[in-house]
């Protein structure tokens, strides 16, 4: 009756051995909760120009590539994190993170909602990011962020209404391409094709925008006053078309 009570024992005692060995074993996992922590210690340090959470979660090697089109090394980017001018404050807020954790990588793809004020007036601006954590030398850091800045229209801004009549009229981009502009006295509506009318809203003088859709309509106006063109501006390039009619 020994030998199995004592089997027994052997087998608890190698499988406490064998849990007390594994618990005193460093993790070598992130969790999302530890990711979206470190990911608003970064942002919280935007406003003041702190540099040492970039310094620390930011990989020597890193790329980064920020809303502006820039692509900036480690140096790069510390030079770029500075404090708000006098009169300026902000905040940033991670929100709706989502993440995917393998092995050494771990993605974090999140929004971050921005409140700034200036000298008492306040603006607001959303951005998407996405980074990609690595595990090296026992640390977890960054190596790869690329940062976007959802659209957002401009305010309206008022229109002459005696003037919409001169922006109305067929608009030719190539034979057989053309639009419509057209006024109901009030409102101006841009259609091409058989595509449903858009309306465009007025920004400023001669200067409209559709609404969700990146980019302005500009109407030229000629030496003798009427209106010879229209312009689709995006992204600071223009495609011109001529009005026939």
């Given amino acids: 009756m020994l030998k199995p009570l004592a089997a027994l024992t052997a087998t608890v005692l190698a499988a406490l051995a064998l849990l007390t060995s594994t618990s005193c074993r460093p993790t070598s996992g992130i969790t999302q909760l530890e990711l979206v922590r470190r990911t608003q210690e970064l ?33 790069a980017l510390l030079a770029d994190v500075a404090p708000l001018p006098a009169g300026y404050a902000g905040a940033i807020k991670v929100v709706r ?81 053309t639009l419509t502009v057209s006024s109901d006295g009030k409102l ?26 990146e980019g302005r309509i500009l109407f030229r106006f000629a030496a003798d006053g009427t209106v010879d063109a229209l312009i689709d501006r995006r992204n600071n390039e223009d495609i011109l078309w001529r009005k026939i009619k």
């Fill in 188 to 213: 101006l509506h841009r259609q091409r094709g058989e595509h449903p009318a858009e309306i465009l809203i007025p920004e400023a003088t001669d200067i409209f925008f559709r609404q969700g859709v």
């Fill in 43 to 75: 942002a919280d340090s935007v406003a003041a120009g702190d540099q040492a959470p970039w310094k620390k979660y930011y990989a020597d090697d890193c790329m980064y590539f920020d809303e502006k089109g820039r692509s900036l090394d480690k140096t």
């Fill in 97 to 177: 993170a989502k993440s995917h954790i393998e092995g050494e990588l771990a993605v974090l793809s999140y929004d971050m909602d921005e409140s700034e004020t200036v000298f008492g007036q306040t603006m607001t601006a959303r951005y998407h990011a996405t980074d990609t954590w690595m595990r090296r030398n026992r640390q977890w850091q960054i190596i790869a962020s690329q940062v976007l800045r959802y659209y957002e229209d401009p305010a309206p801004g008022k229109v002459d209404l005696s003037r919409l009549s001169k922006y109305a009229g067929k608009y030719e981009l190539a034979p057989g391409n």
